[in-house]
């Protein structure tokens, strides 16, 4: 059985090395990690160089767009623009208006993610997206995004609206899972929602969610929340995730 953690933050941990042996012990033998910023962008691309299961994401977090000063924005952008090429996807990108609380921050926020959806049309890559408190306005986004380039987006930790999943069902967005829906009835509810071949699991980790450090292992824990409550096996519930990641990256033949 083979699973993906969609989501999470390797270089974050003191030893990745370590975490990708316990996670694959779990069968969590894919990983993809996101980049934030200039540093973290770095490391994706470097563990996805060293480890073979690893994936990279890279991009500027919405957070990051409204904290870092202009000369360190800059450099990140600098650096995704000239490293996209060697990545598997653009982010973790998105909007965030809890960080961003004025008419400016947000619009710099929607200036760096239109930025971000033009990398990735141009490198033929989907995206990562972060949304908070601005859910409607990041779904829409997503979905203009893969209407328009026919590349593929996914909403990160996406389990707040069942109402809105009916607008990313109906739009092919995928939709990542991860270890809320194991504490949060509201958001395991939502997760069953989202289409079978739309939904992706994740983790965040090293993010610590229902008092538990966050690791990429946890998806397995996700997996086995999700196929008791859908009525299949884990076995099954793996295939198809696997098989929506992998259209989500654009390799599926079927695509
Ligand atoms: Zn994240």
């Given at each position: 059985m083979q699973i993906t953690d969609s989501h999470c933050h390797l270089e974050q941990f003191p030893n990745p090395e370590v975490v990708l042996a316990q996670a694959s012990a779990e069968g969590v033998s894919r990983v993809v990690t996101m980049g934030q910023d200039e540093s973290s962008m770095r490391q994706a691309?470097?563990?996805?160089?060293?480890?073979?299961?690893?994936l990279a994401g890279i991009g500027i977090h919405p957070v990051h767009v409204v904290t870092l000063s202009a000369e360190q924005l800059a450099a990140s952008l600098r650096f995704l623009e000239d490293h996209a090429a060697q990545a598997d996807q653009i982010g973790e990108t998105g909007l965030d208006h809890k960080w961003a609380v004025d008419d400016q921050q947000q619009e710099a926020q929607l200036r760096m993610l239109e930025r971000h959806f033009e990398i990735a049309t141009q490198h033929?890559?989907?995206?990562?997206?972060?949304?908070?408190?601005?859910?409607?306005?990041?779904m829409d986004a997503a979905i203009a995004f893969h209407r328009d380039t026919g590349l593929h987006a996914q909403l990160h930790w996406f389990t707040q609206s069942v109402k809105l999943i009916r607008q990313t069902n109906a739009a092919d967005i995928f939709v990542s899972a991860g270890?809320?829906?194991?504490?949060?009835?509201q958001a395991a509810t939502v997760a069953c929602a989202i289409e079978?071949?739309?939904?992706?699991?994740?983790?965040?980790?090293?993010?610590?969610?229902?008092?538990?450090?966050?690791?990429?292992?946890?998806v397995r824990e996700v997996l086995g929340k999700l196929a008791t409550l859908k009525g299949v096996t884990q076995k099954q519930l793996a295939q198809q995730t696997e098989a929506n990641f992998l259209r989500f990256l654009g390799h599926a033949e079927t695509d």
């Open positions: 691309l470097q563990l996805a160089h060293l480890f073979p299961q690893v033929r890559l989907p995206v990562n997206l972060h949304s908070r408190r601005c859910l409607r306005q990041v270890p809320s829906v194991l504490y949060d009835e079978d071949h739309l939904l992706l699991l994740e983790t965040d980790a090293p993010v610590e969610i229902g008092g538990v450090p966050g690791h990429p292992q946890r």
